[in-house]
């Protein structure tokens, strides 16, 4: 594997369910990133992590829950989620280098759908 | 006011065409600014960066910034159907290491 994995690529859960999307970097990185991506609006940034330390939580309710075990793994843990969470959920990686992380690589995305 | 506008398209050109792409933004504090291309079903790839203002070539891509403006540009020449994605800007001010500022995203296709 090369790059940055995610999985499932796509899932679909019910707002009571409980599932986790995974993330892992094969890029040798020491920072990543989970954002959300909705139809016709930005990138939105969830969480930072910094050498596993979270660093950012960018107001994310609390139904998204963050865990970062290693600098190459990444986990979003869902719970309770409601239909407006549907959306392509993003995980990326860079190096800290100085204070700017201009170039972030990013997974393909886990298309999540809440029926 | 958002931070970022970028008008999200979709935008069709025929192939071989100058294809200019931009973003204006509101906060003075952003000193880079990127340029990311996504194709469907695929994450966002880095396609260019710049330093402030400036212009900078890579091949058949030019990032042009013109902070007076407040307005970043990507031009594509000659462009191909492979160009054919989404566009996105992003910026990020100094000292706020690794948080991006996205735009909404251009669709751009191109047309054999």
């Known amino acids: 594997e090369t790059g940055v994995t995610q999985t499932p690529r796509h899932l679909v859960m019910g707002m009571t369910n409980k599932k986790s999307l995974k993330c892992e970097q094969h890029?040798?990185?020491?920072?990543m990133y989970w954002y959300k991506q909705s139809a016709k609006k930005p990138l939105e940034l969830m969480f930072v992590?910094?050498?596993?330390?979270?660093?950012e939580n960018n107001s994310v309710p609390s139904r998204f829950s963050p865990e970062c075990p290693n600098s190459s793994h990444l986990f979003l843990h869902l719970h309770t989620l409601q239909p407006e969470d549907s959306a392509l959920y993003l995980c990326?990686?860079?190096?800290?280098?100085?204070?700017?992380?201009?170039?972030?690589?990013f997974g393909p995305g886990t298309r999540l759908t809440v029926t | 006011q958002k931070e970022v506008e970028q008008d999200p398209g979709p935008l069709s050109v025929p192939e071989g065409a100058i294809v200019s792409l931009n973003c204006t933004y509101s906060?003075?504090?952003?000193?880079?600014f990127m340029w990311y291309r996504q194709y469907s079903r695929k994450g966002p790839e880095l396609l260019m960066y710049t330093y402030s203002s400036g212009n900078k070539e890579d091949g058949r891509f030019t990032a042009q910034v013109d902070k007076s403006s407040k307005y970043i540009s990507l031009f594509i020449r000659d462009s191909q159907p492979s160009d054919s994605a989404t566009y996105l800007c992003a910026m990020s001010p100094n000292n706020q290491g690794g948080k991006l500022i996205f735009g909404q995203g251009t669709e751009l296709s191109v047309k054999p």
């Open positions: 992590y910094n050498f596993k330390e979270q660093t």
């Open positions: 906060n003075s504090a952003f000193q880079y």
């Open positions: 890029l040798g990185h020491n920072a």
């Open positions: 990326a990686s860079s190096n800290r280098t100085g204070v700017i992380s201009y170039e972030q690589y």
